[in-house]
């Protein structure tokens, strides 16, 4: 099991040499990786945002060592070509660090409708999926450079418990990220899922936990990754002293 932090860009985190300098912090504690909230614009208490490839190119930049990646990112708001781009860039700019976190996206925060972008759930998975084949394409060799990682970027889906239709999704690609699980439990469920679903072949689900929470549950059950999360306004100062106190 390794594990990350897991940071929303947004209020005292939204300055990405801020992130750099945690992310910097995090390394040298040990930590493995740090993984940002990508979103448009959020909603209330939330008052600024960051944009997350910003963020993670200069994570990027000062570290060495630790994962890094959107968690996650619709690629039904986004130009399948742009994001090829940004990727692989970011897999170069990295020596080959990125994780690509991708979901359905949702308007709660009124981030898709005020904008012009698809609203409709059902036409939205279909270009999640189309959007994700493309991409795969694009970095087989349709674009130039490839990236660092072959065959190509690890990509982890998002699924919110208890849906599985998602998590169907995600043993095609390399990860699963289930967001609201009830805990160690429900996890374990969709390990041996993915588990029988994948043939053993390697996979990564990953569980959030909060600031002080134990991991090991969140192991023995079956997680690769175990992220710790400081929600949608993260305070600075508890950042750093999670950071500090070590993984």
Request: hydrophobic share 45%.
């Amino acid at each position: 099991m390794k594990r990350g932090l897991f940071i929303a860009p947004f209020d005292e985190l939204v300055d990405p040499r801020v992130m750099a300098d945690v992310a910097a912090e995090a390394e040298s504690a040990g930590w493995e990786g740090l993984f940002v909230w990508d979103h448009i614009v959020y909603r209330a208490p939330v008052r600024a945002v960051a944009d997350p490839w910003i963020v993670l190119s200069a994570v990027a930049c000062a570290t060495k060592t630790m994962r890094l990646g959107p968690l996650v990112t619709p690629p039904a708001r986004r130009r399948i070509q742009k994001l090829a781009r940004e990727t692989v860039t970011l897999d170069h700019l990295s020596g080959g660090r990125l994780v690509l976190g991708v979901g359905l996206g949702s308007d709660n925060s009124g981030e898709l409708g005020p904008f012009g972008e698809e609203l409709d759930p059902k036409k939205r998975a279909a270009l999640f999926d189309d959007g994700l084949e493309r991409l795969a394409a694009m970095w087989a060799g349709e674009f130039e450079p490839r990236p660092v990682q072959q065959p190509r970027i690890p990509v982890w889906a998002a699924a919110r418990w208890p849906s599985r239709r998602p998590v169907r999704r995600a043993v095609r690609w390399d990860g699963l990220f289930p967001i609201e699980m009830p805990g160690p439990d429900a996890l374990a469920e969709l390990v041996q899922e993915t588990t029988e679903a994948r043939d053993g072949e390697p996979f990564d689900i990953v569980a959030e936990i909060e600031p002080g929470e134990d991991p090991a549950p969140w192991e023995q059950a079956g997680a690769t990754w175990v992220l710790t999360g400081f929600g949608r306004q993260p305070r600075l100062d508890e950042v750093r002293a999670t950071v500090a106190a070590g993984p």
